[in-house]
């Protein structure tokens, strides 16, 4: 059980957290927002970011509406598949285990919204970019968080066989 805990623990935290933070914020926007409601606290700034109650029966982008069956299918797919291979990436590789922690905390988020109300609320609108929430954002920033990471891990490996074979190794200097 020590380890099982200690696998997770990171994990659970990290989806954990967005996931709150998510379905405070989706909540919040329903409480206070009708349908279509924007609010936006100066008017300078609406044309550039404002709040609007919107939902999405769709994906990211508001891409396949109404195929919102398929992709909590996907998201319960997804969420096992971090849970099983979490605890097989090594510590070390601290990007890779954030990245599958946002993106699990971003699709139980968006599977949490599915399942109780058959579609996701959107509410961040940022000029004409499709209107988002924190689970999209979580999942976004967790993929961008990845392929750094792949980006920065293969660069080190590429500079460690460079120096390898640039330094040689000599032996030992006290066998003569």
């Not at 409601?37 to 509406?65: C, D, K, M």
């Not at 399942?115 to 689970?135: K, Q």
């Not at 993929?143 to 032996?171: C, F, N």
Request: proline share 5%.
């Amino acid at each position: 059980m020590k380890n099982f805990v200690r696998n997770y623990l990171i994990l659970i935290c990290i989806a954990g957290g967005i996931i709150v933070l998510d379905q405070f914020t989706k909540a919040l926007v329903r409480q206070s927002l009708a349908l279509g409601e924007i609010w936006s606290p100066w008017p300078w700034l609406t044309p550039y970011a404002r709040i609007v109650h919107w939902y999405n029966s769709g994906v990211a982008f508001g891409l396949f509406q109404g195929k919102g069956d398929i992709f909590m299918i996907l998201a319960i797919l997804v969420a096992l598949a971090i849970i099983y291979f979490y605890p097989r990436v090594p510590a070390s590789d601290w990007s890779l285990r954030l990245a599958m922690g946002l993106q699990l905390g971003g699709a139980v988020g968006n599977l949490i919204d599915r399942l109780t109300l058959g579609h996701v609320t959107d509410f961040i609108s940022v000029g004409t970019f499709p209107v988002f929430n924190v689970a999209d954002s979580s999942i976004t920033i967790g993929v961008i968080i990845l392929l750094l990471g792949v980006y920065l891990q293969e660069r080190k490996e590429k500079s460690q066989s460079a120096r390898r074979e640039a330094d040689p190794p000599t032996g030992d200097p006290h066998i003569v």
